[in-house]
């Protein structure tokens, strides 16, 4: 009943699906070991790391390579740094170009400070503000006091006027100009 084939073994006890461990020393810790359920996977793991450390040493960590990489991470500064550079001095032009704007207004309003001042001690400027607000007279002078406008007079001047269309077609335009 109990009858197992010949070299028969329970799944437990084969090697292959036995998990092995490894002991490691300090010189083993320095290299990868794969944790493997058997000695062909791990060999199989191993070689394939081998193989990509050799590509990487032969053909992506030539000199060539690196000088490329080092290059082109140089240059990638400089264009970063140049085009920081411009930003910075556009900004500072326009806040040139403002601060240049704000001093030729304030240049122009003492300026014209400077010719109010001057009109104000003209002899002219005292006597229209002697008769404006105190209201004196020179020798011979008489005041004269008109009457309030009547309704004529005011809408004499208050005529409407032809009303030019606002809008007018390009094409009209051209026409008048043209044609006249």
Request: with cysteine; aromatic share 12%; hydrophobic share 40%.
């Amino acid at each position: 009943m109990n009858q197992r084939p010949i070299g028969y073994e329970p799944t437990a006890l084969t090697t292959e699906l036995c998990p092995r461990t490894f002991k490691y020393t300090i010189s083993d810790s320095l290299r990868f070991q794969p944790i493997c359920y058997n000695k062909r996977m791990r060999d199989k793991i191993v070689a394939a790391f081998r193989r990509l450390r050799y590509y990487s040493k032969k053909d992506i960590f030539t000199l060539r390579n690196i000088a490329l990489v080092i290059v082109i991470v140089l240059c990638a500064y400089f264009i970063i740094g140049t085009v920081n550079a411009t930003a910075r001095n556009w900004a500072l032009e326009q806040k040139l170009k403002e601060r240049q704007l704000i001093y030729a207004k304030m240049k122009i309003e003492v300026d014209t400070l400077k010719l109010e001042q001057e009109y104000y001690k003209t002899e002219e400027y005292q006597e229209l503000t002697a008769r404006a607000k105190a209201g004196k007279m020179l020798p011979g002078e008489k005041m004269v006091i008109l009457p309030p406008n009547s309704e004529a007079a005011l809408k004499k001047y208050n005529e409407p006027t032809e009303e030019i269309p606002s809008y007018r077609s390009n094409f009209s335009e051209w026409l008048d100009f043209l044609f006249g």
